[in-house]
């Protein structure tokens, strides 16, 4: 079941659910609305899942950024969060999406005790200015069922993330092209 904006607020309250930083008008009636950071990386050349992605990292200026089509960006939520009770869904959102922005729409799911910054996918359908710290999406807490098993203490390849992170499926594939 998703949590609504006062059960959000409530387990926020009492330190079942981390969002940091935290602000209380943020909260809607069943998600949080989260924010991009200041730094995003643009994904040089063709991409390769068997080699490491190569990237140029900048900073977004407060006079924004525009956002080309045809290109992979990664960016970073600008809140950390995580729950050690709950786990989350992140998602782009009608705001984002209505200037043609495609944001993490392949990899939502944080499992219970996943606590970090996020890693976003994003694309452009046409040239878009962005802004650091602009809303970028909602965040949605879900309640779980079954045994606890608490993603930052499990061997899973993103669970120390502390920035902005490639595709790590080079690891599992090896080698390059064969």
């Known amino acids: ?20 930083p935290y602000e209380p008008s943020r909260v809607s009636a069943n998600a949080y609305d989260w924010r991009l950071a200041d730094t995003i990386r643009v994904c040089d050349g063709n991409l390769d899942a068997a080699t490491p992605t190569a990237f140029t990292e900048q900073p977004i200026p407060d006079t924004g950024m525009v956002l080309r089509p045809d290109l992979l960006y990664l960016g970073i939520t600008l809140e950390r969060t995580g729950s050690e009770t709950y786990a989350q869904l992140l998602n782009g959102d009608r705001t984002t999406g209505s200037l043609g922005i495609w944001v ?75």
């Open 1 to 20: 079941m998703i949590l609504t904006g006062p059960a959000i607020a409530a387990a926020v309250q009492a330190g079942e659910i981390t969002i940091d």
């Open 104 to 178: 993490h729409v392949s990899a939502p799911l944080g499992h219970q005790g996943h606590a970090i910054r996020w890693t976003l996918e994003i694309r452009a359908a046409r040239p878009v200015r962005v802004y650091p710290g602009m809303t970028f999406g909602k965040l949605v807490f879900l309640t779980t069922f079954g045994a606890p098993a608490s993603y930052q203490q499990q061997p899973a390849k993103y669970a120390s993330t502390e920035g902005i992170d490639i595709s790590r499926l080079c690891e599992e594939i090896g080698g390059g092209v064969r």
